[in-house]
């Protein structure tokens, strides 16, 4: 690819993210222009506090779900750090990519920082990137899979391109499968970073844990929503899924609009839609502001205490140099003396 073409793709990619918030923000004004703000609002405060408890507690497994996936990428690449680290690192990464969209470059970077600190060098840590991406998407995609069974015909007939996505999501689990029966203890190079292909049996664990971090975000809506919308939760869960993965792909940060606008068009017509957007705000601040806050103030606690600590070993390392420099110097004098 030649550098032009290169700098055109970019500027898509880029644009793209525009493009699909400025689609959606207009999807959502024809969802909601019968609507007043004030009914929204009273929505979102006619979500029982039991409802809001589970949801945060929804929220906190999601993140430990979350959390494993670099315990799986770290021995992937065979790295070991503290349990700790990995768990500040996958929250810390996680709750900033979510909010800021483009997760490869957001929760990267502040991985990068982490991890170079621990001793992992930059390759292993672009491997890891990658391996975590493709736990969520092998979970999600097997959710969507499921969902498509289960999602009610009537639903499925408002979607857009449902039979699409399935057949996608089919096609890259086969492949994924594929890839770690028939290269066994092999690897693919990327640029210069070699890829070790998984076993099958990390496959299946990243489908798991892919799945299980979907259902525990799922749930956080669910449990918000529950409220306003009578709903079985596998087929609340295959909607949820579709709805995140569009949102994902629209590169608009946190698929904020987008995944609402998927979200309200397959829901029957005659639901009230500003009581769903209610829930959906509700879900907002739950799953993305909340643990924003919580892992930016763990991180912000242990930059104090690092600086903290590298303060003390410098005044320690003043404190012992003089002891050590002055016979040195005692020893020139007489010399020249």
Not at 317 to 331: D, E, G
Request: aromatic letters at 16%; a positive charge; one cysteine or more.
């Amino acid at each position: 690819m030649s550098i032009k073409a290169r700098r055109l793709f970019k500027k898509i990619i880029s644009y793209a993210g525009l493009f699909f918030f400025v689609l959606a923000a207009g999807m959502l004004y024809w969802q909601l222009k019968k609507y007043s703000l004030h009914d929204i609002v009273h929505a979102l405060w006619n979500i029982p506090l039991h409802d809001l408890f589970f949801a945060c507690v929804s929220c906190f497994c999601g993140y430990l779900a979350l959390s494993l996936y670099d315990y799986l990428a770290l021995d992937y690449v065979d790295r070991k750090v503290s349990w700790w680290k990995w768990m500040l690192a996958g929250m810390l990464g996680f709750a900033i990519s979510n909010n800021a969209g483009s997760a490869l470059v957001s929760g990267g970077a502040i991985r990068y920082r982490l991890y170079t600190r621990w001793r992992v060098p930059g390759s292993d840590i672009i491997k890891m990137l990658t391996f975590s991406g493709i736990t969520y998407f092998l979970g999600a995609a097997a959710i969507a899979i499921i969902g498509f069974f289960l999602i009610p015909q009537d639903i499925m007939a408002n979607s857009i391109g449902m039979s699409g996505l399935f057949a996608t999501c089919v096609v890259l689990v086969l492949v994924y499968f594929g890839l770690t029966l028939f290269f066994r203890n092999k690897s693919i190079k990327i640029g210069q970073i070699l890829f070790k292909v998984p076993t099958t049996k990390t496959a299946i664990i990243q489908m798991i844990l892919g799945i299980l971090d979907s259902v525990c975000a799922g749930l956080v809506l669910y449990f918000c929503i529950r409220t306003y919308i009578d709903m079985p939760f596998p087929v609340f869960i295959g909607l949820y899924v579709i709805a995140m993965v569009a949102g994902i792909f629209s590169q608009v940060p946190g698929g904020i609009g987008v995944f609402e606008s998927i979200f309200m068009v397959v829901l029957p017509d005659d639901i009230d839609k500003a009581n769903i957007f209610g829930a959906l705000l509700a879900y907002r601040i739950i799953y993305y502001v909340l643990p924003l806050i919580g892992a930016g103030s763990l991180f912000f606690v242990y930059e104090r205490w690092l600086r903290a600590r590298m303060k003390r070993w410098l005044a320690e390392a003043k404190q012992k140099l003089p002891n050590l420099s002055f016979p040195h110097k005692k020893h020139k004098l007489q010399n020249n003396e």
